[in-house]
């Protein structure tokens, strides 16, 4: 079976500094993974996602994903936080060896970027 | 850009009563998907539908129905709402993509946030 797990509630981070949301997962074969964005009162919007190839994931907004098959990993960071960051973040996965196309969502991580 | 779009953002039922939820896209995509979204339990799948006129279990069925008769427009139903069933509901879709060229990303609609009284 396929799971998420998104270890943090909430992160907190001061505008300017580095931030990283954490996401690990569990599939059997290769995964699909993914992570989107929804802010207050919205939909999920894409942020980027890993298929194959670099583990380095480039996405919108100056996001990044880094993929770690061995850790079975894929955090979420930023270089350099902004207040319009503050949102709720999800990672989401699917196993390349799925039938179909659904994906399994994480409980989420609520970001907040302070002044 | 793809848009996905839902007939309600804000819905009040009473219990018992039958409740629609519309959603529609305009991308040509195969595949649709209904979820719900609960504090601390994240998203989680009701129903989808990979072609017209097909439609999937998810992980919590129970309560609701689906129905998709047109390929842009996939309906989540309520048969008889309850109070349990107040969350905010989420329709997203997908290209199907062919074999070595799947995509999966899904695209979501902005949600309906319905209150069963």
């Known amino acids: 079976a396929q799971s998420v797990a998104q270890p943090e509630d909430q992160v907190n981070v001061a505008e300017g500094n580095p931030l990283t949301v954490k996401c690990t997962y569990s599939v059997s074969g290769n995964p699909y993974l993914f992570w989107y964005v929804q802010y207050p009162n919205r939909g999920l919007q894409f942020l980027l996602k890993?298929?194959?190839?670099?583990?380095l994931v480039k996405g919108s907004y100056g996001f990044e994903a880094e993929f770690n098959k061995s850790q079975t990993s894929f955090h979420l960071k930023k270089p350099s936080a902004l207040v319009s960051d503050s949102a709720l973040y999800f990672c989401?996965?699917?196993?390349?060896?799925?039938?179909?196309?659904?994906?399994?969502f994480g409980t989420g991580t609520r970001l907040l970027v302070s002044p | 850009d793809v848009k996905v779009t839902q007939s309600s953002r804000y819905l009040v039922k009473r219990t018992g009563e039958k409740v629609f939820l519309e959603c529609v896209q305009d991308m040509d995509h195969e595949n649709m998907f209904w979820y719900r979204q609960d504090p601390g339990l994240g998203l989680r799948l009701i129903y989808f539908?990979?072609?017209?006129?097909?439609?999937e279990k998810g992980d919590i069925p129970e309560g609701y129905s689906v129905s998709r008769e047109k390929k842009e427009r996939f309906s989540l139903i309520l048969e008889s709402a309850s109070t349990n069933q107040t969350s905010m509901y989420l329709c997203?879709?997908?290209?199907?993509?062919?074999?070595?060229?799947?995509?999966?990303?899904?695209?979501f609609g902005p949600g309906t946030r319905l209150t069963v009284l």
């Open positions: 890993y298929i194959t190839g670099d583990n």
């Open positions: 997203a879709s997908s290209l199907r993509g062919t074999a070595g060229k799947r995509t999966d990303t899904q695209y």
């Open positions: 539908s990979y072609d017209v006129k097909m439609k």
């Open positions: 989401a996965v699917r196993g390349m060896n799925t039938g179909f196309q659904k994906l399994v």
